[in-house]
């Protein structure tokens, strides 16, 4: 088992560990709850899971800071049943998180809240199966609702539900296109803020994407993003209903059938630690 790590800029002189976070005795005798977390990644797609940890909008934003926190592109809470909620990096709650859902099916399998390898996890949008096979975790995301083409900045978009919302658009290179002006410029289209990705396509079952998250910017993958950009290519280019997508994190694979979506890819462990909020930033 990994020792925790601790972030503070001051030294305490004992701590004991506890469920959810850990109390760190001062030289006063002042009681800190400091949080406990793993961070785990899917495709580069990073996070930081918790259990029972009360979240705000604040702490989350704290947490997920490359600089000052421990870093990610957003935060998971993981309840017995399980559950799953989850924050993006700038502390607003999504719907949905397909990566996110693969990590907490590894992490609920390991730490004994479900038996065997195919179960289900709670999600705002309802309950999602999960299958754990040997380098990989399958996920199902429900049904997927493509749009017809609109115009948004004089581009060409397909509107996708995948219990979150996104804007699909085909480019000529992904290395000429500017994901992080593009992506926040969307989002003064759609108030609630839209996931936005930029799709080349190499062949009927290859496809290669970037992505700006609502709420995040431009990260290394998307789990939802990869099916919205796997499904409004099968609608409107005609790709196969299984596909590869290339993301700078790696590559994962999609499949509909009768318009449920299965995403798969790697899930992993990157760390443990111990997170101090009255640290020189997040006090």
Known sequence: MMTPAVWSARRWPT????IGKV???STAGKETPLVRFTKMQGLGNDFIVVDDVEMTSDLVRDLC????GVGADGVLRVTEGPTMEYWNADGGAAEMCGNGLRCVALYARDRGMVSGEAFLIGTPVGDRGAVIVPDAVTVELGQVSVGESVVF???DWVLVDVGNPHAVTWVDDLDQIDVAGVGSRMQEEFPNGVNVEFVTIDSS???N???WERGVGETLACGTGIVAAAAASIRHYGAASEVEVVVPGGTAGVSLVDGVAHLSG????????????LGPHGG
């Open 15 to 18: 701590y004991k560990m506890g």
């Open 23 to 25: 109390d760190i005795a």
């Open 65 to 68: 800071d490359r600089r000052f």
């Open 153 to 155: 900045l004089d581009r």
């Open 205 to 207: 079952s290859r496809l």
């Open 209 to 211: 994407m970037r992505v």
């Open 266 to 277: 790697p899930a992993e462990y990157v760390f443990e630690g111990v997170w101090n909020p």
